[in-house]
C-alpha cells in the first residue's frame, strides 16, 4: 500500500501541475477561439465585398478585352501606315536634298546680292537730291497747272462766243454767195436790152 501511496502522490502533483499548465492553454485557446470568431465575423464583410468587386471587375474585363480588340485593330491600322511611312520618307529625301540645294543656291544669290546693294546704297544717296529736286518742280508746276486749267477756262469761254459768230460768218459767207451769183448773172440780163435803156 505504501508503494502504491509513494507512486500515486508524484502523480497527483504531477497532475496538479499539468493543470496548472493546462490552464493558461486553455485560456489562450479561448482567446484564440474568440480571436477566431472575430476574424469570422470580418470575413463576412470582406467576402460580400469581394462579391461586390467581383460583379464590378466583369465589365471592367469586358471593357478591357473591347479595349485590347480595339489596340489589336489600331495595331494592325498602324502596320499600312508605317509602310505608307517608309514610303514617305523615302519621297521625302529628295525633296530634302532639293530644299539643301536651293538654300546653298540662296546662299550665293544673297552673296551675289550684297555687293550689289553695296552699288545701290550710294545710287540711291544720289537718287534722292534728284527726288527731292523733282518734288520742289511738282511743287512749281502745280501753280502753273492751276493757271493753264485757269486759260483753259478762258479759252473754253471763248470758243463759246466764237462758235456763234463763226455761224454767222458762215451765214454771211453763204449769202455773199448767194449775192456774187446774183451779181453775175446781171450782166447777162442786161445784154439783151436796147442800147438806148443802158446806162451812159
Excluded: F, Y
Excluded at 117 to 135: A, S
Amino acid at each position: 500500500m505504501r508503494s502504491i501511496c509513494n507512486e500515486i502522490i508524484p502523480l497527483g502533483n504531477e497532475t496538479r501541475s499539468l493543470q496548472n499548465e493546462i490552464l493558461p492553454i486553455q485560456n489562450e485557446m479561448r482567446s484564440l477561439q474568440n480571436e477566431i470568431l472575430s476574424l469570422r465575423n470580418d470575413i463576412i464583410p470582406l467576402r460580400n465585398e469581394t462579391r461586390s468587386l467581383q460583379n464590378e471587375i466583369l465589365p471592367i474585363q469586358n471593357e478591357m478585352r473591347s479595349l485590347q480588340n480595339e489596340i489589336l485593330s489600331l495595331q494592325n491600322d498602324i502596320i499600312p501606315l508605317r509602310n505608307e511611312t517608309r514610303s514617305l520618307q523615302n519621297e521625302i529625301l529628295p525633296i530634302q536634298n532639293e530644299m539643301r540645294s536651293l538654300q546653298n543656291e540662296i546662299l550665293s544669290l544673297r552673296n551675289e546680292i550684297i555687293p550689289l546693294w553695296n552699288e545701290i546704297i550710294p545710287l540711291w544717296n544720289e537718287i534722292l537730291p534728284l527726288w527731292n529736286e523733282i518734288l520742289s518742280l511738282r511743287n512749281e508746276i502745280i501753280p502753273l497747272w492751276n493757271e493753264i486749267l485757269s486759260l483753259r477756262n478762258e479759252i473754253i469761254s471763248l470758243w463759246n462766243e466764237i462758235i456763234p459768230l463763226s455761224n454767222e460768218i458762215l451765214s454771211l459767207r453763204k449769202e455773199m454767195r448767194s449775192l456774187r451769183n446774183d451779181t453775175r448773172s446781171i450782166p447777162n440780163e442786161i445784154l439783151p436790152l436796147p442800147k438806148d435803156i443802158l446806162p451812159l
